[in-house]
């Protein structure tokens, strides 16, 4: 197969990662891809959101399949040009990704197809937003309608701070992804991430995980893209698979597809594992990233079957996939100024040293210099993968991997796990 695959990320260089390995691949091409990408296939100058460019692209390559990574490629409607053009793609139109591109959506849908969440309420001016928070006890949830990379969600912890939130979002922070807020009653429990491959009528688990969205150790600081992840999770017991499943991901996949948008890709539902149960967070139409590279370390089965599946309506004929008997962890290494504006040029040192089979380092924010030095280019610049026969094996290993690699003004949480293994008080907000 000659497969596309759009992004720039650690995510994607997990994906491309995996697909690389796959006895059918004939030819990969990455758009605009990283330097850890160009290990493993073409690459191409063309962003994630251009759509035409990217189709044009597609059909220069002869592609037999187009796999979107990031959430700027379906909002921008590359899988319905690519529908047009024939062309198989892995990743949802933008009418069924608006499940992650609008915030204000999703509530709506989920209330309306009785989906499991918290009280919520969308606003356009500050003072109905304020007024509305004045009914929740604190924390606060204030969060951006559209897509703002993970970073538009304020869990705040008093009046002020949800009110001053509000303010950002609204003043134009955000962009256009600002001009609405979503303020959502919080919800107790555990974070969760659980994912579902959909071909249109099939679906498929694929796969969960746990992140952590906190800048700093203790689950401290703003909210970022992610600063680590771990699979399995053990707070998704069969038991909570089930009822996600049953509860979330089918009403929704159901739901989208009775709304005119059949869904086909992959269905990130992050949840809240609660008392009563599973409770929605947030849909997302693309794979988690940081999770995206754990479950990537994890996977057994040939991933290239799956994608194609999806994007041709023929995930019935496929088994579930096969996964390793290991634990795997993530640990992503951020740019001096993260989440905030990062600073960028810095000389990475030691990314690229061999770390052994069960350790692979993911590009992010990386840019190869003209003389052939790695340097930073983004906020996320690298993901520290390792997988063990345990977490804790598998943790060790990453963070030796990490200790070797030399990121001028960097940063990284050193408690990544910490849930699973227990070896660490839960912070207050």
């Known amino acids: ?55 044009a ?7 037999d399949l187009v796999v979107l990574g990031p959430e700027t490629a379906i909002a921008a409607g590359l899988a319905d040009r690519l529908s047009v053009a024939g062309i198989p ?5 933008a009418g069924a990704g608006r499940l992650e591109s609008s915030k204000a959506f999703a509530k709506a849908f989920a209330q309306r197809h009785g989906i499991p969440s918290g009280r919520f309420g969308v606003f356009g001016e500050a ?20 897509l703002a990379a993970g970073k538009g969600v304020v869990v705040a912890t008093t009046l002020d701070e949800a009110e001053a939130a509000v303010d950002d979002a609204l003043g134009g922070r955000f962009g256009a992804a600002g001009a609405r807020v979503v303020i959502e009653a919080f919800m107790e429990g555990e974070i969760a991430s659980l994912f579902a491959l959909c071909d249109g009528e099939t679906n498929l688990l694929f796969g969960g995980a746990q992140d952590h969205k906190r800048a700093y150790e203790g ?21 909570t698979v089930e009822a996600a499943r049953s509860q979330l991901i089918e009403p929704a996949l159901a739901g989208i597809a009775a709304e005119g948008a059949p869904y086909r890709g992959v269905l990130f ?23 995206c590279q754990v479950l990537m370390m994890r996977l057994n089965s040939d991933i290239l079957p799956y ?12 088994p579930a996939p096969e996964w390793r008997e290991e634990a795997a962890i993530c640990v992503v290494l951020a740019a001096e100024g993260y989440p905030g504006q990062p600073s960028t040029g810095q000389v990475i040192a030691g990314a690229e040293a061999d770390f052994g089979e069960a350790v692979t380092v993911f590009h992010a924010g990386t840019a190869r210099r003209a003389d052939g030095a790695l340097i930073v280019s983004g906020g ?50």
């Open 89 to 93: 793609c892995f990743g949802p139109t």
């Open 307 to 318: 994608l194609s599946a999806a994007a041709t309506g023929r995930l019935a004929r496929l």
């Open 269 to 291: 539902c992050e949840m809240m594992v609660s008392a009563e149960g599973p409770r929605l967070i947030e849909f997302n139409a693309r794979f988690g990233d940081p999770e």
């Open 380 to 429: 996320r610049v690298l993901n520290v993968c390792a997988r063990g026969p345990t977490l804790a094996a598998a943790r060790d290993l990453a963070y030796r991997a990490v200790d070797h690699i030399d990121l001028p003004g960097g940063f990284h949480r050193r408690d990544i796990g910490w849930r699973a293994l227990g070896d660490r008080p839960p912070a207050r907000l």
């Open 219 to 239: 689950e401290r600081g703003p909210n970022t893209g992610g600063m680590g992840a771990y699979s399995p999770a053990p707070v998704l017991s069969d038991r």
């Open 1 to 55: 197969m000659k497969v596309l695959l759009v992004g720039s990320g650690g995510r994607e260089h997990a994906l491309a990662w995996k697909i690389a390995r796959s006895p059918l691949l004939k030819r990969l091409v990455c758009a605009p891809g990283n330097p850890g990408m160009a290990m493993l296939g073409e690459i191409r100058d063309t962003t994630a959101d251009d759509a035409e460019g990217q189709v």
């Open 127 to 146: 003072g109905p937003a304020k007024a509305f928070l004045a009914g929740f006890d604190p924390p606060f949830v204030v969060k951006a309608d559209g």
């Open 57 to 63: 692209l597609a059909r220069e390559v002869g592609a």
